[in-house]
Nanobody
Framework: QVHLVESGGGLVQVGGSLRLSCAAS???????VGWYRQAPGKQREFVAA???????NYADSVKGRFTISRDNAKNTVYLQMNSLKPEDTAVYYC??????????WGQGTQVTVSS
């Protein structure tokens, strides 16, 4: 199994920046990694993903503001979030797939953007 720990969330003002980290307990260099978020009362939604080969994909709502990257030597994936908006407020989760044939989720980190 793999244990995923998200960090870097917090309270930030509109227009500010945060960098989230997703640290894996095992080697994930052959896995794809995605960031998702869930706001209160809403379904979890896709934010960004990076393949094992480094190809990235973003939700339209974050394109040009968020950047996903990975450091395979550290088994860590990052989400740099700039120009934050109140609608970015959510719990952010990272997801690794496939790893040992299945998908894995972290416990989430809260991001709150205040206006």
């Amino acid at each position: 199994q793999v244990h995923l720990v998200e960090s870097g969330g917090g309270l930030v003002q509109v227009g500010g920046s945060l960098r989230l980290s997703c640290a894996a307990s095992g080697s994930i260099f052959t896995s794809n990694v995605g960031w998702y978020r869930q706001a209160p009362g809403k379904q979890r939604e896709f934010v960004a993903a990076i393949t094992s080969g480094g190809t990235t994909n973003y939700a339209d709502s974050v394109k040009g503001r968020f950047t996903i990257s990975r450091d395979n030597a550290k088994n860590t994936v990052y989400l740099q979030m700039n120009s934050l908006k109140p609608e970015d407020t959510a719990v952010y989760y990272c997801n690794v797939y496939p790893y040992m044939g299945r998908s894995w989720w972290g416990q989430g980190t809260q991001v709150t953007v205040s206006s």
